[in-house]
């Protein structure tokens, strides 16, 4: 009986996802690569985050979005699994509109973090 859980996200651009992992600090390695589990188990993972554990934290592409694998029983990070999707989601919202703007030739004319953590973002594109 497999100990993995599979937490539904609305993470779908791998990218984002990793610039958002690297902004958290959270070290990363790319897959495809095996998550390991409980006895020995493992998953494939198109992202995985190694704990001191020997149990992997990962994401996973389902066909509609990235999942975040683990062994839940084995969480071994700073925050709470709640807190840590929270954190990097944020962060993949903020990766995702800095990407998609740039890509419409938008430039970030101000950026303002809040006291509630939330960040405020000002772009702005020049017209000839």
């Known amino acids: 009986m497999s100990h993995f859980s599979n937490i539904k996200t609305q993470i779908r651009n791998l990218t984002s996802l990793q610039a958002a992992l690297g902004d958290l600090?959270?070290?990363?390695?790319?897959?495809?690569?095996?998550?390991?589990?409980?006895?020995?188990?493992?998953?494939?993972?198109?992202?995985?985050?190694?704990?001191?554990n020997n149990y992997d934290i990962g994401f996973s592409w389902n066909g509609q979005e990235y999942e975040l694998v683990a062994d839940l029983q084995y969480w071994q990070q700073p925050?709470?699994?709640?807190?840590?999707?929270?954190?990097?989601?944020?962060r993949y919202a903020y990766q995702t509109v800095i990407s998609e703007t740039t890509k419409q030739g938008f430039q970030i004319s101000?950026?303002?973090?809040?006291?509630?953590?939330?960040?405020?973002?000002?772009?702005?594109?020049?017209?000839?």
Request: proline share 2%; aromatic share 6%.
């Open 25 to 52: 600090g959270i070290e990363w390695k790319s897959g495809p690569s095996a998550i390991r589990g409980y006895r020995g188990q493992t998953r494939n993972a198109e992202v995985v985050i190694e704990q001191d």
């Open 110 to 128: 101000e950026e303002q973090k809040n006291e509630d953590g939330s960040v405020r973002l000002v772009v702005q594109r020049w017209s000839a």
């Open 79 to 90: 925050l709470t699994v709640e807190a840590f999707l929270q954190k990097v989601t944020q």
